[in-house]
């Protein structure tokens, strides 16, 4: 069974940084990409990027460039996001979602498999 | 930037049908997706490439996506069906995800 289980809550104060990770299990970890979208209190789904395991290639929103960093270790299914320079509006759950891109893809670009997120707290 | 714009809201009586629009510059040319995201839980793919629908989602759930607009309809609603809903599209000219604001389905 697909599962991708990410790290527990952090809480940081302004100015620092936070990493967060998301451990895929239950099918070949280079075949998906990943996405992080963030969803802040009240408020609806935001993407944040991806990152291509099997390349380390990465693309970033506009907003979060200089800020945000996608990283993956392929020895352990696990992906990582740091968000630095953190700010007050930077609360949020945080949320890892696969994403296939191939042309055998079964769902081609939609994201059908999501983390359970990530509470990320800044004070 | 490409973008999607949904209703805020949407309200419907059980039994009742409930459509939700997606509104992008010509998203008839591309592949939409769409979420349901229930209170404290992560998002749910509920339809995928427009009109398609993961193993497990009921039929009453169905997409269609023509011109300026794409629709997910919700036949015969339930109380359950109470959520929040999202378009999401791939825009291939920035290799980049592009998520809509989200639309809250009331049931009455």
């Known amino acids: 069974q697909v599962h991708l289980v990410q790290s527990g809550p952090k809480v940081k104060k302004s100015g620092a940084s936070v990493m967060v990770s998301c451990k895929a299990s239950g099918y070949t970890f280079i075949d998906y990409y990943f996405n992080w979208v963030r969803q802040a209190p009240g408020q609806g789904l935001e993407w944040m990027g991806w990152i291509n395991p099997n390349t380390g290639v990465t693309e970033i929103a506009q907003k979060f460039q200089g800020r945000v960093t996608l990283t993956r270790d392929t020895s352990i299914s696990t992906v990582y996001m740091e968000l630095s320079r953190l700010k007050s509006d930077d609360t949020a759950l945080y949320y890892c979602?696969?994403?296939?891109?191939?042309?055998?893809?079964?769902?081609?670009?939609?994201?059908?498999?999501w983390g359970q997120g990530t509470t990320v707290t800044v004070s | 930037s490409y973008a999607l714009t949904q209703p805020p809201s949407v309200s419907v009586a059980p039994g009742q049908t409930a459509r939700i629009t997606c509104g992008g510059n010509n998203i008839g040319s591309k592949s939409v997706h769409w979420y349901q995201q229930k209170a404290g839980q992560a998002p749910v793919l509920i339809v995928f490439a427009d009109s398609d629908r993961p193993s497990g989602v009921p039929e009453r759930f169905s997409g269609s996506n023509s011109g300026n607009t794409a629709t997910l309809t919700v036949s015969e609603v339930e109380v359950g069906d109470e959520a929040d809903y999202y378009c999401h599209v791939w825009e291939s000219y920035s290799n980049q995800v592009v998520l809509g604001g989200g639309t809250k389905l009331t049931v009455l």
């Open positions: 979602a696969r994403m296939c891109t191939s042309s055998w893809c079964p769902i081609p670009y939609g994201m059908d498999v």
